[in-house]
DNA sequence: CGAGGTGTTGAGATTTGTCAACCTACGTGG
DNA sequence: CCACGTAGGTTGACAAATCTCAACACCTCG
């Protein structure tokens, strides 16, 4: 409810950024569709893979980035173990990714939004490493990966770009190892959502209300606690007045109070 | 003690793997020297950034990395902050990275040996976001980024490798994060534990004897446990008999057993 | 030989997990 | 359009894992 009461005009960066904007869906079973896609005037250029590039080098890009997938809810974009090929920008729509042992334990390792990319995992073994999971209908840019490599030898930006988003996927890894390790579920719970906040308001959204789009069980798996945990530091966060909880729905009432529980590491 | 005795003719040796052999320390208080590094005589390749190369890539790659750097145990090889400029490989000895947040948190993320590359969390931000401690009096080849991003367009194949590498820590971080996230401490320690000899065992050591570099704190920082926890888990499975305890000493008297710990998730 | 860092162990506190009951929202099909 | 079924969410009581604090042992190094 957080994003489709945006007004169209508010969707369409300028020239004709077609992105965050629903798109047509192709038939129902369809996977793969072959819209037309443009790096150079997606609204999300400023947020995905093509940062930072030169007008010319964006251009390229829209070479390499010519098709695009759309996952329905529930649906997986790829499992483990499937051969990798391409990674995958998110345009529409939100992701978990989640590695699981033989043995049946389950770790969701990400959350992803527009602009994000997914399928990092896959290039080390040239199988995909997770289970892609599409939390809502949500629409991809497909990059296959040895056209990517093809072409970032030949755009050093482009390049550098993409080494950039690897590293700053390990940085991430590492800041939730920090969360995992050595947090509590209440910190980690704020950490959580203010690291949400952060991101969709960087997406223009508001940076006070959200709507989760994952249940309590994905979160705690996020968080490494229990669903019950989950519920129950949401109900204190309300009752200490840092939140308004309505299931999904989630008001900030104050910030600055999440912002101190996670920096307040033991006394 | 370990690399200040070989005498200098081993140092240089080519075709005779100077690697996991001590080499000779620059003077106290140098950080950085000349000496002639070569990837393609090295014993490490296999492990290390050259895996795959082929021998003229190899030659290439010798003209890039050609400076070693020596850290004291104890010393830092870098520090979050610090300036971006080049990835660094493990020669010999061993490393801790960790990450701390403003307020004080602090979280190993990993423990680097022979062979493994250190500095890659730098490249998204163009400055290290972690601190890198030497372990034990330690010996790396310093990969100037710049260049090595200019060579790997030149050649595709260590292109490819170099993502290879950061895809697999991203992988390896994703365990990590299952690890945190979803295993208890007899778990973790056992798990940890058997990493670290599978890594050992693939630089030609034993797999079943060890000698811990680390503290019982480091450990228990990188495994989201406090140090009490570890020592105790090490004295359970000392008493259960799958290990022999010494201090730093571990004998693997049952790797099976760690092995069926590990992975019997909750029943 | 002594000091300080490191490791071990015990007792009790705290946090989180477990199990169970119940509530709520939502989608489906009558 | 309503009723119902089901998945998801909340809450309570209790159990279990881990942490905290404290005492002490061990080892290394100067």
Do not use: W
């Not at 629409?139 to 056209?147: E, G, H, N, S």
């Not at 007045?241 to 008001?251: A, F, N, P, S, Y």
């Amino acid at each position: 409810m957080n994003d489709t009461v945006i007004p169209p005009s508010e969707l369409e960066g300028c020239p004709g950024g077609q992105p965050l904007q629903p798109l047509k869906r192709a038939a129902p079973g369809t996977r793969a569709s072959a819209l037309k896609v443009a790096c150079s005037s997606c609204s999300l250029r400023e947020l995905c893979l093509p940062v930072g590039l030169s007008r010319s080098d964006l251009e390229r890009l829209d070479t390499l980035v010519s098709t695009r997938r759309s996952v329905a809810r529930g649906d997986l974009l790829f499992r483990a173990g499937d051969a990798f090929q391409s990674l995958y920008a998110v345009r529409t729509g939100f992701f978990k990714t989640c590695v699981s042992s033989e043995d049946g334990r389950d770790q969701v390792t990400g959350f992803q939004m527009a602009g994000e990319l997914l399928g990092l995992d896959g290039i080390g073994s040239e199988r995909h490493n997770c289970n892609a999971v599409a939390l809502e209908d949500s629409q991809l840019c497909v990059i296959p990966y040895d056209q990517l490599e093809a072409l970032s030898r030949e755009f050093g930006e482009l390049q550098r770009q993409f080494h950039k988003i690897m590293s700053r996927e390990i940085v991430r890894d590492h800041g939730v190892m920090l969360l995992l390790g050595s947090m509590r579920a209440e910190e980690r719970l704020a950490a959580f959502l203010l690291n949400l906040a952060q991101r969709l308001q960087a997406r223009g959204f508001s940076a006070s209300s959200l709507v989760l789009r994952m249940t309590r069980e994905e979160i705690g798996s996020y968080l490494g606690l229990k669903l019950e945990t989950v519920s129950r530091t949401f109900s204190k966060f309300h009752d200490d007045g840092l939140l308004e909880v309505k299931q999904r729905d989630i008001h900030i009432l104050d910030q600055e109070g999440l912002q101190r529980l996670v920096n307040s590491a033991r006394c």
